[in-house]
């Protein structure tokens, strides 16, 4: 991991609004995947299951404003943003109250108030699109800045190398956040990509890139305050490369056959979702009943959520002709 | 009355870019050497922008198509409307993705959330001898695309019409320069304002016989118009001018008039747009039409090099010619 010399480190504060970005993930994720299995949600869900603090740690730094442009796997990126998760559910339960009104499903969630701008189904096109975000912060002299994420199969596409280039040569205010969870649907990292450390590739495009604990907290906190103080003042993009490890494999059902039994174990035994809850309470951030009602709390909208969404309307037929165009499509 | 002024195509193209982005500050353009320091475009299309508006809002880009496309979409997304060139039509090809799954698909994914208003140029056209990967018309692909419009003039007057009109437009457009269309000098209308989207432009009337057609092949059936009126037929041209949404009511209607119909593209026939309008025209008119509808289209092969191959790939106003003497029968 890249040592940062005079790192910002997270306080208590910071902490345990860090922690409650990670719960809200790992609450809402664990009520999806039980109404999938109840089957009342039909979708696929690409689960995010250990990977909650490179995205609760992001977002802290970032306000309404600020953008998004995330994946497949990115119902994460958009909960730790704080987006409204009634939309959301209605949104994957496919109900015209649903923030895309039903029509674009959880790979393609869009929220423009709280910041959610474009989730892709298409691996590594996240990162074009921000730049273009990116260029309207600076054109409107804003101070606004862009997140891309994405995974570390991503940056084996031309798309990455473009993007990097271009938000370097047009000096953008993008942070390119990759999730490095160590495998591509099925592929192994070392087996797919040249360079033992994805951050190498910045290099390249003559931005700071570094390789971060994305497991860790403080490492991500010091990371992301330097990359966002950067885009902010204008110096342009950073490229993060932060390390982690998905639980749940690629997408639900996914049965993990070509990863070992052994490096799942060690993963999951470093949970850092309970780890950080334990900091919390040994270092005094945080009682057990602060955190026990944090939980409630979350619990409750999660579920309020769920019935919201569940009991939406079916979108009309209607909707095939809208939306394709400003002006609908006539009958 | 309005002053008229000789332009050609790039001329055309390159007034209406002035005139959009001196009345509107959210028009950007960008692409690969298109700012005065590389040329002002490697046609001159964008010349004297940059140095006019500034290199924030007239970029020049690294030669990357994904980036380039992407770099719009983010900008019109919010707020902007980029105009992007994509120099050659083929060079669309390694940016599809940004093209169809993003600009097309964001508007309808996102249930109206956000839209795309930006404007690919793209350049194309067989006869320059650019063969199999600088010269194809790919607009039936886009046309078979949701959500994006495709827009391929002819006259200068159109071309700056058109493109006012597809930089306002909410929605992505793709704006197809036919280089056969270039170098014909017509009047514009000093004061030429915006010319709305999916309407064609009957260039003839006649009562025989409707020719369908746009972008160069227009000019081409402009050409074999006067040996077509001399073998006795009556034709009437219509310059389709946008190829989608089309103006199937302007078609239609000539068709329900002429009872047949000739469509004719530079692009390849073989499941070309000329498909979709004779295959529409038969549904809507079938009992009407005094003969089948009659389509022409390039043979389904790479553009060739060869000079002489190149001139048989193209549709050639004799082939028009020949086509219409068939169809009166
Ligand atoms: C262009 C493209 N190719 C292939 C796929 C299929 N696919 C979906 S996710 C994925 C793996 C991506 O891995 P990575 O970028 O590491 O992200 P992760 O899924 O691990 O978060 C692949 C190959 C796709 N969606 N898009």
């Given at each position: 991991m890249t040592e940062l010399s005079n790192a910002p480190k997270p306080d208590g504060e910071a902490l345990k609004d860090i922690y409650r970005r990670m719960l809200r993930i790992e609450r809402n994720e664990d009520e999806i995947l039980s109404t999938i299995r109840k089957g009342r949600l039909t979708m696929p869900y690409y689960s995010a299951r250990g990977q909650e603090v490179i995205p609760a740690t992001v977002s802290h730094f970032l306000n309404d404003e600020d953008q998004i442009c995330t994946i497949y796997r990115g119902v994460q990126d958009m909960v730790a943003k704080d987006m409204p998760l009634k939309p959301l559910w209605a949104e994957i339960a496919g109900r015209?109250?649903?923030?895309?009104k039903g029509k674009g499903g959880g790979m393609h969630i869009t929220h423009?108030?709280?910041?959610?701008m474009v989730t892709t189904g298409?691996?590594?096109?996240s990162m074009p699109i921000a730049n273009g975000l990116a260029w309207a912060a600076k054109l409107d002299g804003s101070d606004r800045v862009v997140v891309a994420y994405f995974g570390d199969?991503?940056?084996?596409?031309g798309a990455f190398h473009e993007a990097l280039n271009m938000a370097s040569v047009w000096k953008l205010p993008v942070i390119f956040v990759?999730?490095?969870?160590?495998?591509?649907e099925h592929t192994r990292y070392e087996d797919a990509?040249?360079?033992?450390?994805?951050?190498?590739?910045a290099i390249g495009y003559g931005m700071p890139g570094f390789t971060v604990d994305g497991n860790n907290p403080d490492d991500m906190y010091a990371h992301m305050a330097a990359a966002v103080e950067r885009a902010r003042s204008g110096e342009g993009p950073t490229l993060l490369e932060c390390m982690t490890f998905r639980?749940?494999?690629?997408?639900?059902?996914?049965?993990?056959?070509?990863?070992t039994k052994e490096e799942k174990e060690a993963a999951m035994a470093a949970d850092p979702l309970p780890a950080l809850r334990q900091r919390l309470v040994d270092d005094g951030i945080a009682t057990e009943e602060e955190l026990a009602s944090l939980q409630e709390s979350l619990e409750q909208e999660v579920a309020d959520a769920r019935d919201f969404g569940l009991a939406g309307e079916l979108p009309s037929e209607d909707e095939l002709r809208?939306?394709?165009?400003a002006e609908e499509i006539p009958a | 009355m309005s002053e008229m002024e000789k332009m050609h195509a790039i001329q055309a193209i390159n007034s209406a870019l002035h005139q959009a982005m001196a009345e509107d500050d959210k028009v950007l353009v960008l692409g690969e050497d298109i700012a005065d320091k590389e040329g002002g475009g490697v046609t001159g299309t964008t010349a004297g922008l940059s140095t006019k508006f500034?290199?924030?809002r007239v970029k020049s880009t690294p030669i990357s198509e994904q980036a380039i496309m992407g770099a719009a979409i983010g900008a019109a997304m919010a707020g902007y409307k980029p105009v992007a060139e994509?120099?050659?039509?083929?060079?669309t090809t390694v940016a599809m993705d940004m093209i169809v799954n993003h600009a097309a698909k964001l508007r309808f994914m996102s249930g109206g959330q956000t839209n795309v208003p930006l404007v690919i140029r793209t350049m194309t056209g067989a006869g320059?001898?650019?063969?199999?990967?600088?010269?194809?018309?790919?607009?039936g692909w886009f046309a078979h695309t949701a959500g994006i419009k495709v827009v391929c003039p002819a006259f200068p007057a159109d071309y700056k019409g058109l493109m006012l009109s597809a930089i306002q437009d909410p929605d992505p457009v793709i704006f197809v320069e036919g280089g056969g269309t270039f170098f014909i000098p017509n009047d514009v209308p000093s004061d030429q304002g915006p010319i709305p989207l999916g309407k064609a432009n009957v260039v003839q009337e006649g009562t025989d016989l409707t020719i369908v057609t746009w972008s160069a092949q227009t000019v081409r059936a402009m050409m074999a118009a006067p040996a077509i009126a001399e073998a006795g037929i009556s034709a009437e041209i219509i310059d389709?001018?946008?190829?989608?949404?089309?103006?199937k009511e302007t078609v239609l209607a000539s068709v329900e008039k002429t009872g047949r119909l000739l469509v004719a593209h530079?692009?390849?026939?073989?499941?070309?747009?000329g498909a979709e309008i004779a295959a529409t025209v038969n549904e809507e008119l079938f009992g009407k039409l005094k003969g089948p509808v009659r389509r022409l289209g390039g043979p389904t092969?790479?553009?060739?090099?060869a000079k002489n191959l190149e001139t048989a790939f193209i549709v050639q106003p004799d082939d028009m010619v020949a086509a219409a003497k068939e169809l009166m029968g």
């Open positions: 015209v109250e649903g923030t895309c423009p108030e709280t910041g959610v298409i691996v590594g096109s199969g991503a940056s084996n596409i990759c999730a490095n969870n160590l495998f591509a990509t040249s360079v033992d450390q994805i951050s190498k590739r639980f749940r494999g690629h997408v639900l059902g996914d049965d993990d056959k070509y990863m809208r939306d394709v165009f | 500034g290199t924030d994509i120099m050659m039509m083929n060079f320059w001898q650019t063969a199999g990967q600088h010269s194809d018309f790919l607009e389709l001018r946008t190829v989608s949404p089309w103006d530079e692009a390849v026939r073989n499941f070309g747009p092969c790479a553009v060739p090099f």
